[in-house]
Structure formats: structure tokens, C-alpha cells
């Protein structure tokens, strides 16, 4: 299993800046992705972005694309998400999400409990 634990939430003005991390730890084979998802009152949770473990590999939503930054650090299986010049509309809760698979070979697909993001003047 994994277990995932998010950090980095916070108030902050539009314009300002707040970096999130997402650690895994638990028992698995492999991790093949991290990713970032976000979820705003009222609305369904949506993707934001995503890196490739190893590789590196991102991809971004339109929304974020040139304003968030996602990176990893494989040795300790962390994600981070830098996110710069942010908006009132990206205020969410954002969770981390990893695929992977476990020892046995069943696919993994594991969420955060969420960080609130806020941003507000």
C-alpha cells in the first residue's frame, strides 16, 4: 500500500506564490507517476499536472501551463508543485495522486488527503 502525505497549503494574495509536496512511503514495486489534481467548492476535481518518474516527463493543464511547475525527487518518491502568479480561481483543495503498481503486480492508484490552497487579498 501506499500512503501519501501533502504539505504547502496556505492563504496567499493573487500574485503570490506557495510550493506543495507529496511524499509516498508504504510497500510498493514502483511508482510511474505523481500528479497533482485540484478540487474547487462546487466544482468536480480536475487534473493539473503530472510527472513521469525517472524520465521526468510533465504535462500541465492549460490552466496552470506557464504558472505551475511540478518536479519529483525519486530517491525519496516526492513530488513537489511550485505554483506562481496564482489566481482566485485557483483556489482548491489540491490532492497528490500516484499510480504505480505493488509486489503483486496490482495496479496502484493513491490520493493525498488534500491541502486547501487560498487564494484571496
Known amino acids: 500500500q501506499v500512503q501519501l502525505v501533502e504539505s504547502g497549503g496556505g492563504l496567499v494574495q493573487p500574485g503570490g506564490s506557495l510550493r506543495l509536496s507529496c511524499a509516498a512511503s508504504?510497500?510498493?514495486?514502483?511508482?510511474?507517476?505523481m500528479g497533482w489534481y485540484r478540487q474547487a467548492p462546487g466544482k468536480e476535481r480536475e487534473w493539473v499536472a503530472t510527472?513521469?518518474?525517472?524520465?521526468?516527463?510533465?504535462n500541465y493543464a492549460d490552466s496552470v501551463k506557464g504558472r505551475f511547475t511540478i518536479s519529483s525527487l525519486n530517491a525519496n518518491h516526492t513530488a513537489y508543485l511550485q505554483m506562481n502568479n496564482l489566481k482566485p480561481e485557483d483556489t482548491a483543495v489540491y490532492y497528490c495522486?500516484?499510480?504505480?503498481?505493488?509486489?503483486?503486480?496490482?495496479?496502484?492508484?493513491?490520493w493525498g488527503q488534500g491541502t486547501l490552497v487560498t487564494v484571496s487579498s
Open positions: 495522486n500516484v499510480k504505480g503498481y505493488s509486489f503483486s503486480r496490482n495496479a496502484l492508484d493513491a
Open positions: 508504504g510497500s510498493f514495486f514502483s511508482i510511474n507517476t
Open positions: 510527472i513521469t518518474a525517472g524520465g521526468g516527463i510533465a
